[in-house]
T-cell receptor
């Protein structure tokens, strides 16, 4: 599984877009990019995932560069409830012995400020 | 819809005691896994299972045993608890395939004194 690199912490003003970067320069062609977040000490919560196209759902958008070596999670209008640790994870895809493993790094602590 | 249920939520053990952390899911997911999270750290994978009767080691398996006799349950056993095993333990489950999300339980806070 490819490793990811994220900034340790970021701040964002309430109501503004939060852009969380992730580097995954060793990602292979069949690995997906996943984002999870963990609020306080709760169990992690799935946000979004993608392979090579940009993705959007009700929570966030995921922008993946054309070379797939980095991505950005965008929370369009951050609220105080979005304060959490955000984890970027790469995970094997179909036909690659996918075992369902998610290997977490240290993540980015996002602090949304009023 | 219960999702992933972990019991107990809190536990205090004495060094050398044994116990089992329970994890049950009602979504018929093939994949289940156990993580531990130490203060200020990310989650580390202990053991995982791709289906009933199949388990494998993760990043930090020492001191823990698992078994998967049914699809629904994936218990984690501490054979002889040590203070270094003081942590928050999370269980997760997900369906097969790459485009799937994992569902996590709310965690078990374990203190070994």
């Amino acid at each position: 599984d490819a490793k990811t690199t994220q900034p340790t912490s970021m701040d964002c003003a309430e109501g503004r877009a939060a852009n969380l970067p992730c580097n995954h320069s060793t990602i292979s062609g069949n690995e997906y990019v996943y984002w999870y977040r963990q609020i306080h000490s709760q169990g992690p919560q799935y946000i979004i995932h993608g392979l090579k196209n940009n993705e959007t759902n009700e929570m966030a958008s995921l922008i993946i560069t054309e070379d797939r070596k980095s991505s950005t999670l965008i929370l369009p209008h951050a609220t105080l409830r979005d304060t959490a640790v955000y984890y970027c994870i790469v995970r094997l895809g179909v036909g690659s012995g996918n075992t369902g493993k998610l290997i977490f790094g240290q993540g980015t602590t996002l602090q949304v400020k009023p | 819809n219960a999702g992933v249920t972990q019991t107990p939520k809190f536990q205090v053990l004495k060094t050398g005691q044994s116990m089992t952390l329970q994890c049950a899911q009602d979504m018929n997911h093939e994949y289940m896994s156990w993580y531990r999270q130490d203060p200020g750290m990310g989650l580390r994978l202990i053991h995982y299972s791709v289906g009933a009767g199949i388990t494998d080691q993760g990043e930090v398996p020492n001191g823990y045993n698992v078994s998967r006799s049914t699809t629904e349950d994936f218990p984690l056993r501490l054979l002889s608890a040590a203070p270094s095993q003081t942590s928050v333990y999370f269980c997760a489950s997900s369906p097969a395939g790459p485009r799937t999300e994992a569902f996590f339980g709310q965690g078990t806070r374990l203190t070994v004194v």
